[in-house]
């Protein structure tokens, strides 16, 4: 059974970064595609960014395109979302997830989640 932990949320101020990170277990971690997406208090979860099995292709979502990065280490079962240029419209629950990636990521596993909170 595939495990996802999220890890690295917390408080940071408006023009700040931050870096995630999300230990996967019970799997082949580099055969997998991995996301990371978010939700923010009263709205739906929203794709992030995602990247292919081997690190060779990412994706973004307009709204982090240029501030955002996904990297991963296979070595460590470890993906990475490095966020620079945080605004108070990042605030969310942070959700790593295994899945499917063609034209677009389809979530098959999640984690629980870390929080992020974008001071003003």
């Known amino acids: 059974q595939v495990q996802l932990v999220e890890s690295g949320g917390g408080t940071v101020q408006a023009g700040g970064s931050l870096r995630l990170s999300c230990v996967v277990s019970g799997g082949s971690f580099s055969t997998y595609a991995m996301g990371w997406f978010r939700q923010a208090p009263g709205k739906e979860r929203e794709f992030v960014g995602a990247?292919?099995?081997?690190?060779?292709?990412?994706y973004y979502a307009d709204s982090v395109k240029g501030r955002f990065t996904i990297s991963r280490g296979n070595a460590k079962n470890t993906v990475y979302l490095q966020m620079n240029s945080l605004k108070p419209d990042d605030t969310a629950v942070y959700y790593c997830a295994v899945g499917l990636l063609r034209t677009t990521f389809r979530a098959m596993t999640w984690g629980q989640g870390t929080q992020v909170t974008v001071s003003s």
């Open positions: 990247i292919s099995w081997n690190g060779g292709n990412t």
